[in-house]
């Protein structure tokens, strides 16, 4: 099987570990992965903040980069460690075509958009769903608490997908977080925008995870978890944010930093 990596503006920016740590995951499974070069911005934060028209290029571009190999064949999916930008795709692209057909500008960019819909998956239902794998050979001796970011919980429903691999992990405990279900503040352009509301809710979201003794928040999205973690840093709680791909790269062999 072959996949295209979709790293995300966040990943690509601030934490590329993690795409080295898809890479890795994904190569250990047999998994062949390209990086299309041409990759951009999904449009994401563009769309969330009112401007629609001007992230239609930016989806746009997004199928011209992807689609062409998934016609091929030469890519089976397009894989990102992003629930948040997986939702962008999968639950509002077809939006965004609905929206522009209602507009009286006819069905082009639904049906520019269409072919990377489906074929779009965030890693643990790529992992799960398409691969058929909960146990992925990864050893991390730690103790682990798991935020179910937004995205991933409401729009994609990856439900209990996470906790499964997570679970797997040789060594790992993995403690439940009390009221993972609330979101940590972040949203986006919302934690500027609303940034004392942002602020007071990134902190119950640590505290409630300090309340577990675990020595690790992970989650599926290292925008939450770069906002869970500043307010970490903030009030001084002895935890590490880590992107659940990093946590299922780690091997005996090579023992996580």
Same mark, same amino acid.
């Given at each position: ?6 790293? %995300? ?7 590329? &570990? %993690? ?17 299309? #070069? ?41 894989? %990102? ?27 082009? $960019? ?17 992992? /799960? ?5 909960? &146990? ?21 429903? $990856? ?9 797997? /992990? ?24 609303? @940034? ?14 300090? #309340? %577990? ?9 290292? @925008? ?34």
């Amino acid at each position: 099987m072959r996949v295209a990596l979709f790293l %995300t503006c966040v990943n690509d920016t601030l934490y590329p &570990d %993690t795409g080295r740590a898809v890479v890795k995951l994904l190569t250990r499974l047999g998994v062949e992965v390209d990086f299309p #070069a041409a990759q951009t911005c999904c449009g994401q934060p563009h769309y969330n903040t009112g401007y629609r028209h001007e992230a239609e290029p930016l989806a746009r571009h997004y199928s011209d980069v992807f689609g062409p190999g998934l016609a091929s064949g030469a890519y089976d999916a397009i894989v %990102t460690p992003s629930g948040s930008c997986a939702a962008m795709v999968r639950e509002l692209y077809p939006r965004m075509g609905e929206r522009a057909r209602a507009e009286g500008r006819g069905d082009r $960019l639904a049906t520019t958009l269409a072919p990377v819909v489906p074929k779009t998956y965030e890693l643990t239902e790529f992992l /799960v769903d398409v691969l058929g794998v909960t &146990d992925v050979g990864a050893c991390y001796p730690h103790t682990v608490t798991y935020h179910p970011t937004c995205h991933g919980l409401r729009s994609l429903g $990856l439900g209990d997908r996470p906790g499964r691999l997570l679970r797997a /992990v040789k060594g790992l405990e993995l403690v439940e977080l009390p009221g993972a279900q609330e979101c940590c503040g972040f949203g986006g352009t919302f934690a500027v925008k609303n @940034s004392d509301v942002s602020a007071a809710m990134g902190a119950d979201k640590v505290r409630n995870a300090a #309340a %577990t003794g675990a020595e690790v928040l992970c989650a599926a999205d290292n @925008s939450c978890l770069m906002h869970i973690g500043g307010t970490m840093t903030r009030l001084q709680v002895g935890m590490r944010p880590v992107h659940i791909a990093e946590i299922l790269a780690s091997t005996e062999e090579e023992p996580p930093a």
